[in-house]
């Protein structure tokens, strides 16, 4: 729907110049020409949502290496230290997620096997208690982790729904001026309104265009967050159930 809304927008713009250049001729429709019929008001919406529009491309990159970062290092860290960990090398593990530092598997696992190595030397049983406190580390950290993984989607998920309501202030605008140009030409025709709807439409138009990237990438992206949130809750479940077996060899 969005989409199909900008699509009329420029549609409209295009037939509104058309009709000029066939009634007046010097009236052009390129960006700079419809930049120079604006207001001071719609200029500064425009700015506005081009300022928005580079806060959030700057989110979607920094999001989409930050993930895809996460995503190779976690597929190299998965298999190794789960390689260590069945020979029963704690240490070699935690270097091993020292080494990858960018996956978010690798923050969790880290955080369970410190909180499990404190204790793991003391002689006799592996007490409940020391299990429990791994089961916290591991819930504490991804927590954080889950919060660095979706910094800037709230401010994505903003931009993608005011956007177009900057646009539409700027159309309100723009209808304003179009109405003042028929007050002040004592006429009705498209000359006296051109400016006013041009500017209209195309602030209509910018808040679209920044709206509907936004909110892709911000659906986008945070479906991976819930994924990395899955990925995460079953590497923490595995690492328990490890600390259990170790438990359980130890009574042996």
Known sequence: MVVNLAAIAFSNLHILNTWLLQDQGSVGW????????????????????????????????????????????????????????????????????????????????????????????????????????????????????????????????????TAPFVGLFGTVVGILNAFNGIAKEKATGLAAVAGGISEALVTTAVGLFVAIPAVMMFNYLTGRVEAFDVEMDNSSSELIDYFLKRRSMRRS
Not at 40 to 52: D, N, R, S, W
Not at 89 to 115: C, F, P, Q, Y
Not at 147 to 156: M, Q, T
């Open 30 to 161: 390129d960006p700079i020409s419809l930049w120079k019929q604006m207001g001071l008001l719609a200029k500064a919406v425009v700015i506005i949502l081009f300022i928005m529009s580079g806060w959030s491309i700057g989110v979607m990159i920094d999001r989409w290496m930050a993930f895809n970062a996460a995503r190779s290092q976690s597929r190299s860290f998965a298999p190794a230290v789960a390689g260590a960990l069945r020979e029963g090398k704690i240490d070699e593990a935690i270097k091993v997620a020292e080494r990858n530092k960018k996956s978010h598997l690798a923050k969790v696992v880290t955080a369970g096997l410190m909180e499990f190595k404190a204790h793991q030397d003391s002689p006799g049983e592996i007490p409940g208690e020391t299990i429990e406190a791994s089961k916290r580390a591991l819930e504490r950290t991804e927590a954080i982790v889950h919060a660095e993984l979706k910094r800037g989607l709230g401010g994505l998920a903003t931009i993608g729904s």
